[in-house]
């Protein structure tokens, strides 16, 4: 309520709900950044039009010193601080966001990488000049003197000895599964250092906290984000052949599987056999910091004990990377259908698992490279026993695709997302007929008619993984997927996905002269919507995207939707052309 200030017991600020039948710990131990009266009254005042700007600011103080400081103001007001003397307060004891990371240009960066050579369409050859700009704009480093008072800001220091690129926008720290894509794309640019940094900055992560948190701030640090660090590594290695550097830190590779396996895996039985695969799963407490308004209020249309609950939820939907989908709120056991009903935990994900699939094969690739026998026959186990479990739960031979599968229900989520592709993109199957049931079910969800993007579903909810959003990771799950089989029918859909991708990139980029986070592909392609936060740009994952595409299809892509004429057709074009010129006079 603005122009009011806030009053709650102190128990209900700190997440202890009374008759809560779990009290769950906080996202992390910062009293301002991360739960208490604090950032409950400046939050729920809502002085920021965004949640995150405020948990994003540093502070002008030691904590202490501000927490004090704001229990007199507070005792004063007899916990009701006006919200205009909140403002104040805010402004005095913090600076604005981003005051601590200043605007750094790699120093890897070149003038003209060879992937800028090889498009062959003029205007996509300029457009993919202009994105190699951008890493230029979104690179960023941590000042010198931020380090000398650590507990001044919401970084985590740390893990932040080298620069890195951001995604845009809202988001000045590196994320964790956006970051892959980006560095694709920065290796597209020729710029191994800088990708070095940031698998460095990843490795420092597991190293200090035993897993990459969902982003380097501290209020992310108890949830992480789709397991991709393995595939990272891979495609640095592939690129410099680095085997020192692949020794040196292929323990801490191990260690981050071994988080997954230890806090994130879940049993399931079925047909007379048990189980073991992976899902989301935060169980901390209290609103998360960075939309800590929205999920206070969403929580408190629900009863006070089922409030911890939620809490944990929305968190692990945040770990997924989809914040937020109807993904997460299906079935029966989510009534209402809605945000409030949201149930990550219980479904067992798709993608997830593929992903930690194919981290278990590189693993076992590259302990082989190091001659680590053992070790490498440990990764083929655990990789063939996944794909025996996504087989026997996911596999749907009649639909033709992978699904996520509801532990309440005990059966799959027949709805149609991307991620049901994931396996054929992680290369987590046996039988190579697979690739054409899976055409067939793009076709039959008629997801092939769509000229702009492959939606994030078909469920229309106003979150910003849904209808009428397309995100560029989801496109390449599927276009990678197809492309690297050996159906020529698969090869052909998915260079026309990757033409429908660019043409909507570069038609918006034509327009804006922005790249953005996601793209509404209802209306022939325009900067994304819904959720909890305007669209962004930058945007990272976006570029790499584009610029992965653009690699690979350097001599196909267009930048208009008419196609280049096919050298039968251009053939015959000449004949006739020939043939009637001969009637023409001389």
């Given amino acids: 309520m603005p122009g009011h200030g806030l009053a709650l017991p102190l128990l209900l600020l700190l997440g202890l709900h009374l008759g809560s039948s779990q009290v769950l710990p906080p996202p992390c131990d910062s009293k301002i950044y991360c739960y208490g009266p604090l950032l409950?009254?400046?939050?729920?005042?809502?002085?920021?039009?965004?949640?995150?700007?405020?948990?994003?600011?540093?502070?002008?103080?030691p904590p202490d010193q501000i927490l004090q400081k704001f229990d007199e103001l507070s005792k004063i007001h007899n916990s009701t601080i006006p919200r205009e003397e909140l403002k104040t307060f805010v402004k005095t004891h913090f600076q604005a966001k981003g005051q601590e990371l200043e605007v750094w240009a790699p120093e890897d960066w070149k003038e003209s990488p060879r992937i800028l050579q090889n498009i062959s369409d003029p205007n996509l050859r300029t457009w993919a000049e202009k994105l190699h700009q951008l890493w230029k704009k979104l690179g960023r480093k941590v000042k010198a003197d931020v380090f000398k008072q650590p507990d001044r800001v919401s970084l985590i220091l740390s893990t932040m000895k080298h620069p890195f690129i951001v995604p845009g926008g809202r988001f000045l720290e590196f994320y964790y599964w956006d970051s892959y894509w980006t560095m694709e794309g920065l290796l597209l640019s020729e710029m191994p250092q800088t990708f070095k940094g940031m698998l460095q900055n990843f490795l420092d992560q597991v190293q200090t906290l035993g897993h990459i948190p969902n982003g380097a701030r501290v209020y992310y640090k108890q949830r992480?984000?789709?397991?991709?660090?393995?595939?990272?590594?891979?495609?640095?290695?592939?690129?410099?052949?680095?085997?020192?550097?692949?020794?040196?830190?292929?323990?801490?590779?191990?260690?981050?599987?071994?988080?997954?396996?230890?806090?994130?895996?879940?049993?399931?039985?079925?047909?007379?056999?048990?189980?073991?695969?992976?899902?989301?799963?935060?169980?901390?407490?209290?609103?998360?910091?960075?939309?800590?308004?929205?999920?206070?209020?969403?929580?408190?249309?629900?009863?006070?004990?089922?409030?911890?609950?939620?809490y944990a939820e929305?968190?692990?939907?945040?770990?997924?990377?989809?914040?937020?989908?109807?993904?997460?709120?299906?079935?029966?056991?989510?009534?209402?259908?809605?945000?409030?009903?949201?149930?990550?935990?219980?479904?067992?994900?798709?993608?997830?698992?593929?992903f930690l699939c194919k981290a278990e094969e590189l693993m076992s690739q590259f302990y082989a490279t190091l001659g680590n026998n053992q070790q490498a026959q440990k990764y083929r186990n655990l990789r063939a026993q996944r794909m025996e479990a996504m087989q026997a739960l996911m596999w749907d031979q009649q639909r033709g695709a992978w699904f996520d599968y509801d532990l309440d229900?005990?059966?799959?989520?027949?709805?149609?997302?991307?991620?049901?592709?994931?396996?054929?993109?992680?290369?987590?199957?046996?039988?190579?007929?697979?690739?054409?049931?899976?055409?067939?079910?793009?076709?039959?969800?008629?997801?092939?008619?769509?000229?702009?993007?492959?939606?994030?579903?078909?469920?229309?909810?106003?979150?910003?993984?849904?209808?009428?959003?397309?995100?560029?990771?989801?496109?390449?799950?599927?276009?990678?997927?197809?492309?690297?089989?050996?159906?020529?029918?698969?090869?052909?859909?998915?260079?026309?996905?990757?033409?429908?991708?660019?043409?909507?990139?570069?038609?918006?980029?034509?327009?804006?002269?922005?790249?953005?986070?996601?793209?509404?592909?209802?209306?022939?392609?325009?900067?994304?919507?819904?959720?909890?936060y305007e669209v962004q740009e930058g945007f990272g994952w976006t570029n790499?995207?584009?610029?992965?595409?653009?690699?690979?299809?350097?001599?196909?892509?267009?930048?208009?939707?008419?196609?280049?004429?096919?050298?039968?057709?251009?053939?015959?074009?000449?004949?006739?052309?020939t043939f009637l010129l001969s009637f023409l006079p001389q």
């Avoid at 092939?448 to 397309?470: C, F, V």
Wanted: charged share 25%; net charge neutral; aromatic share 12%.
């Fill in 314 to 354: 929305l968190k692990a939907g945040a770990e997924s990377g989809w914040d937020f989908s109807s993904r997460w709120f299906v079935g029966k056991f989510s009534k209402p259908n809605s945000l409030s009903g949201i149930r990550t935990s219980r479904l067992v994900p798709v993608d997830l698992n593929a």
């Fill in 409 to 532: 229900e005990k059966q799959k989520n027949p709805e149609f997302y991307p991620s049901n592709l994931t396996p054929l993109w992680a290369g987590c199957f046996q039988d190579p007929k697979v690739v054409d049931q899976v055409l067939k079910y793009l076709e039959d969800n008629k997801i092939l008619t769509y000229k702009h993007g492959i939606p994030a579903s078909l469920k229309d909810s106003g979150e910003q993984w849904d209808w009428p959003n397309a995100w560029a990771p989801l496109q390449d799950l599927v276009i990678r997927g197809l492309a690297n089989s050996d159906s020529k029918r698969a090869k052909e859909v998915a260079f026309q996905l990757a033409q429908n991708w660019i043409q909507t990139n570069y038609d918006v980029f034509s327009r804006t002269s922005a790249m953005y986070e996601k793209y509404d592909i209802s209306n022939g392609g325009q900067p994304g919507g819904g959720g909890e």
């Fill in 544 to 577: 790499g995207m584009a610029l992965m595409l653009l690699d690979r299809y350097s001599q196909q892509l267009r930048s208009s939707s008419q196609t280049v004429l096919s050298q039968p057709l251009c053939l015959v074009a000449a004949l006739l052309s």
């Fill in 224 to 310: 992480s984000q789709p397991p991709l660090l393995a595939l990272m590594m891979d495609s640095y290695f592939k690129y410099t052949k680095n085997e020192t550097f692949l020794r040196d830190n292929i323990d801490i590779l191990a260690s981050e599987l071994d988080f997954w396996a230890r806090n994130r895996s879940t049993s399931v039985s079925a047909g007379g056999k048990t189980y073991t695969l992976s899902r989301y799963h935060v169980p901390f407490g209290g609103p998360r910091p960075e939309s800590y308004s929205k999920d206070f209020e969403l929580a408190s249309t629900k009863p006070q004990e089922d409030r911890e609950n939620l």
């Fill in 40 to 61: 409950h009254a400046v939050q729920m005042a809502k002085l920021y039009p965004d949640d995150k700007e405020f948990v994003d600011m540093p502070m002008s103080q």
